[in-house]
Nanobody, 113 residues
Framework: VQLQASGGGLVQAGGSLRLSCVLS????????MAWYRQAPGKQREWVAG???????GATDSVKGRFTISRDNAKNTLYLQMNSLKPEDTAVYYC????????WGQGTLVTVSS
């Protein structure tokens, strides 16, 4: 199994980024997926999740700004991030959460004020 995340970068506050995460070696449509992030000096935290059936959830601090989605035909998980704030600066990780757990490598998002 491999999870390849991409789409991070440097953006000004108020800007947008879209993260992508491609899964290979597993049947993507059968997996629940999630995005996590880890800011410097802080613990890794859950950002948003999506079930294999398309149900979604997000942590309160990103609700209304971030949208998680998936394209099963492309084996790809997305995180659309709008109205970015400096406190969103972190390494973002994608993760398979069910029926097994598997972490992808992170992609760095830096939001400047």
């Amino acid at each position: 199994v491999q999870l390849q995340a991409s789409g991070g970068g440097l953006v000004q506050a108020g800007g947008s980024l879209r993260l992508s995460c491609v899964l290979s070696g597993s049947i993507f449509s059968r997996n629940d997926m999630a995005w996590y992030r880890q800011a410097p000096g802080k613990q890794r935290e859950w950002v948003a999740g999506i079930t294999k059936d398309g149900r979604t959830g997000a942590t309160d601090s990103v609700k209304g700004r971030f949208t998680i989605s998936r394209d099963n035909a492309k084996n790809t998980l997305y995180l659309q991030m709008n109205s970015l704030k400096p406190e969103d600066t972190a390494v973002y990780y994608c993760k398979v959460t069910s029926p097994y757990t598997y972490w992808g490598q992170g992609t760095l998002v830096t939001v400047s004020s």
